[in-house]
Structure formats: structure tokens, C-alpha cells
């Protein structure tokens, strides 16, 4: 599937450190921004895409230091990596933009920080996975992959996708294998240091749209403490619009893309 929506893709570029930052947009209507997660790219999303594009503008970058994207400038922070995407935004969408923002996993954060420089340039924010809201943080330790080749490398991207990215390892197809081998390949920032702490939490009184929240049920950075995290964003955000998707893990909208669409679709019509 990411090569048909490749192909479908306008691709967009705008500056980013000493290059560029990619972006891809399908499909017309209101708009709708989707950040991916840490050592992923725009693929993350492949599941979604052409559901959303049916009836709006989607618009998914690789963020700055991963995919075809090139380093931000200075050192990597969600703040820094969101006035990179900011500025991109003004340069593709113009100044009277107005645009729906999902955030997955470090996406979530960098979203946070987005949504509170965009303003009311942002009509909803929607976070999905999301970290750095002030809680322990639950590691997963995952087999190093760099030595590895053929099927035995093939073999740790599948067991790094049960660890953390899924919940039934069954749903692991040969379409998330090669979108693990690409995204791994392509990452040079390393997100994972950026993910704890209370970075998104902080910017949540800063943000002047309506917070909506998904979890996949058995999320491996959250289970079982996903109640806890939402409770965090009821208290900052009383507005909030919150889904549990059960049995589905981290990757929620790639293993459960039906419920995860539906669910998203009604935040985004609420």
C-alpha cells in the first residue's frame, strides 16, 4: 500500500536545516495534518490515508531527522522540530490556513508543541500513543537490528514489532515488516530520549483547540496504565474527547485501521 499512495502523492518541500523537509498531500477538502512516530516516516500512517483523503486534504510529512527529511537545525527537541513544521505549514497551506492535527507517538509531542505555536490556526488536535505527559515512562527493550540481514534481520524487525508495536502478533503482515525495514533505515534522529519527561503536558494549557486522545487498550509503552494518562489530560483539558480501542497496541491505526478511522473520524466531525 505505501507504494499505490506514493505514486498518488503530490510531494512537497520546504526548508529544514540545511536541506529539506518532505511532506505528501492527497485528496481535497479540509485539511487534515498527520505526524508520525519516532524512527518512522509518513508509511506509518498507511492504513489511514486514502480513508481520510475520500473526503479531505491529508497532508503527512516525514519529520525532521527521519524519512526524506533532513536534520532540524540545532538540537533536536519537539519545540524545535514544531517551528520547522510551522513554517512549512505557512509556506503550503498560507496564512489563513485552518487545519485538523493528529499526532502519533513522538508525533503526538511534536503535534502538542505544534498546536501551541499554530494557535487558531489548529481546529482540533488529536493525540494518539502519546508520551511526555509527565509519567513513568515503560521501557521496551528491543533486538538491535544494524548487524542483521536476510531473514534473520526480517525476523528482529517482526519481534520488535510484537515488543512494542502490536498486541496480536498475528496481525504482523509482510506491509509493516517492509515499512519497519524502511522507517529503520531512514532514522537518523533518535526520538526515544525526547519521549519522557512532561513535554507535551506542558504545552496543553498553551493550546487554544479542542484536545481529542486514542489508545490502542494494549499499548505496550502504556498498558495498564493508560487510565492514568488520560486522567493527566482530563485534568489540563476538560473538553477532552478521549477512545480506548481494545485489543490493539501501540501501532493502533495500522493494526485496528476500521476502528481507529471511525473513532478519529468522529473527533474530527465532533
Known amino acids: 500500500m505505501p507504494d499505490s499512495l506514493e505514486r498518488t502523492a503530490e510531494r512537497l518541500t520546504t526548508p529544514c536545516g540545511d536541506g529539506e523537509m518532505v511532506w505528501r498531500r492527497?485528496?481535497?477538502?479540509?485539511?487534515?495534518?498527520?505526524?508520525?512516530?519516532?524512527?518512522?516516516?509518513?508509511?506509518h500512517w498507511?492504513?489511514?490515508?486514502?480513508?481520510?483523503?475520500?473526503?479531505?486534504?491529508?497532508?503527512?510529512?516525514?519529520?525532521?531527522?527521519?524519512?526524506?527529511?533532513?536534520?532540524?537545525?540545532?538540537?533536536?527537541?519537539?519545540?524545535?522540530?514544531?517551528?520547522?513544521?510551522?513554517?512549512?505549514?505557512?509556506?503550503?497551506?498560507?496564512?489563513?490556513?485552518?487545519?485538523?492535527?493528529?499526532?502519533?507517538?513522538?508525533?503526538a509531542n511534536c503535534a502538542?508543541?505544534?498546536?501551541?505555536?499554530?494557535?487558531?490556526?489548529?481546529?482540533?488536535?488529536?493525540?494518539?500513543?502519546?508520551?511526555?505527559?509527565?509519567?513513568?515512562?515503560?521501557?521496551?527493550?528491543?533486538?538491535?537490528?544494524?548487524?542483521?540481514?536476510?531473514?534473520e534481520r526480517r525476523e528482529a524487525h517482526r519481534e520488535n514489532l510484537a515488543r512494542l508495536m502490536f498486541h496480536d502478533r498475528a496481525l504482523i503482515d509482510d506491509e509493516a515488516l517492509a515499512i519497519q525495514e524502511w522507517n529503520t533505515v531512514h532514522a537518523r534522529l533518535v526520538s526515544k530520549g525526547l519521549a519522557s519527561g512532561s513535554s507535551l503536558k506542558d504545552q496543553l494549557p498553551k493550546i487554544t483547540a479542542p484536545v481529542r486522545a486514542i489508545w490502542g487498550?494494549?499499548?505496550?509503552?502504556?498498558?495498564?496504565?493508560?487510565?492514568?494518562?488520560?486522567?493527566?489530560?482530563?485534568?489540563?483539558?476538560?473538553?477532552?474527547?478521549?477512545?480506548?480501542?481494545?485489543g490493539a497496541g501501540h501501532w493502533v491505526m495500522y493494526e485496528a485501521p476500521t476502528a481507529f478511522n471511525t473513532a478519529l473520524e468522529a473527533m474530527l466531525e465532533g
Open 112 to 151: 502538542a508543541h505544534l498546536a501551541a505555536l499554530e494557535g487558531a490556526h489548529i481546529r482540533s488536535l488529536t493525540i494518539v500513543g502519546a508520551a511526555s505527559l509527565g509519567l513513568p515512562r515503560i521501557g521496551v527493550e528491543l533486538v538491535k537490528v544494524r548487524s542483521k540481514q536476510g531473514e
Open 26 to 43: 492527497w485528496g481535497s477538502g479540509s485539511v487534515l495534518v498527520l505526524l508520525h512516530g519516532g524512527s518512522g516516516s509518513w508509511r
Open 46 to 107: 498507511a492504513h489511514n490515508i486514502a480513508h481520510f483523503a475520500a473526503t479531505r486534504t491529508v497532508i503527512a510529512p516525514d519529520t525532521p531527522g527521519l524519512g526524506e527529511s533532513a536534520r532540524p537545525p540545532g538540537d533536536p527537541h519537539p519545540s524545535s522540530i514544531a517551528a520547522v513544521m510551522a513554517a512549512g505549514l505557512a509556506r503550503i497551506l498560507g496564512p489563513d490556513r485552518h487545519y485538523d492535527l493528529v499526532g502519533f507517538s513522538f508525533g
Open 217 to 246: 487498550g494494549r499499548d505496550a509503552v502504556a498498558w495498564p496504565h493508560i487510565e492514568e494518562r488520560l486522567q493527566v489530560l482530563r485534568d489540563a483539558r476538560p473538553e477532552l474527547r478521549e477512545k480506548v480501542i481494545e
